[in-house]
Nanobody, 115 residues
Framework: QVRLVESGGGLVRPGGSLRLSCAHS????????LGWYRQAPGKERELVAS????????NYADSVKGRFTISRDSAKNTVYLQMNSLQPEDTAAYYC????????WGQGTQVTVSS
């Protein structure tokens, strides 16, 4: 059983930064991914970034490349999403996920980018 708990969302002005955290309990085995997804009102949930357990391979959506960085602290069982140069279109609920079967989701954290 894996449990994911996100934190770090909030309101930020355009151009600002936020760091999201996802703490997980339970083991996530090498080869599976931890990822951040987001869902804006009226839109489908989309993958933002992911990191593979074991070798740390990362993937990013084109819309966030160069602005967002995903990382993991294995000692703390936590994955981070550093978000820089935030724009209003980044406004969404952000969810942590692992594809280790059967798949797990966190409860989400809201990010609002507005002046």
């Amino acid at each position: 059983q894996v449990r994911l708990v996100e934190s770090g969302g909030g309101l930020v002005r355009p151009g600002g930064s936020l760091r999201l955290s996802c703490a997980h309990s339970g083991s996530i085995f090498a080869g599976f991914y931890l990822g951040w997804y987001r869902q804006a009102p009226g839109k489908e949930r989309e993958l933002v970034a992911s990191i593979r357990i074991g070798d740390g391979r990362t993937n990013y959506a084109d819309s966030v490349k160069g602005r967002f960085t995903i990382s993991r602290d294995s000692a703390k069982n936590t994955v981070y999403l550093q978000m820089n140069s935030l724009q209003p279109e980044d406004t969404a609920a952000y969810y942590c996920n692992t594809n280790q079967p059967p798949g797990y989701w966190g409860q989400g954290t809201q990010v609002t980018v507005s002046s």
